[in-house]
C-alpha cells in the first residue's frame, strides 16, 4: 500500500529553522512530483512547495520563497523540506503529498497525502 509518512515538526522560536521529511512506500514515487502543503487553524490548506521527483525543478509559495527549501533524495525515496527564518504565520500542520504532476501538486489534485506534522512557531 503507498504511504507517506511526514515527520520532523515541532516547536520553534521565531527566526529558527526546521527541516521536515517524508518517506514514500509502498510504490515507486520516482515519476510523481512531490510537494508540501500546510494548514493553519481555521484556514484552508495551501500550496507550499513542489519538486519534480526525477528532475530537480522546484516551486514555491510567495510566503516561503527565499526561506524554504524543497529537496530529494531519490535513493532513500524521501523529500525534506528545510526551514529557515521561521516566523509565527508559518504555524501549521505540514503535509507531504504526491501527484502525477507539479502542476497538479501546486493545484491540490494530489493523489497520496501524509498524515501531517505540526510545526509551532513562537513570537
Known amino acids: 500500500q503507498e504511504q507517506l509518512v511526514d515527520s520532523g515538526g515541532g516547536l520553534v522560536q521565531a527566526g529558527g529553522s526546521l527541516r521536515l521529511s517524508c518517506a514514500a512506500s509502498?510504490?515507486?514515487?520516482?515519476?510523481?512530483?512531490m510537494g508540501w502543503f500546510r494548514q493553519a487553524p481555521g484556514k484552508e490548506r495551501e500550496f507550499v512547495a513542489a519538486?519534480?521527483?526525477?528532475?530537480?525543478?522546484?516551486y514555491y509559495a510567495d510566503s516561503v520563497k527565499g526561506r524554504f527549501t524543497i529537496s530529494r533524495v531519490n535513493a532513500k525515496n524521501t523529500i525534506y523540506l528545510q526551514m529557515n527564518s521561521l516566523k509565527p504565520e508559518d504555524t501549521a500542520v505540514y503535509y507531504c503529498?504526491?501527484?502525477?504532476?507539479?502542476?497538479?501538486?501546486?493545484?491540490?489534485?494530489?493523489?497520496?497525502w501524509g498524515q501531517g506534522t505540526l510545526v509551532t512557531v513562537s513570537s
Open positions: 503529498a504526491a501527484a502525477s504532476t507539479v502542476f497538479a501538486v501546486t493545484r491540490g489534485s494530489v493523489q497520496v
Open positions: 509502498g510504490r515507486t514515487f520516482s515519476n510523481y512530483a
Open positions: 519538486i519534480y521527483w526525477s528532475g530537480g525543478s522546484t
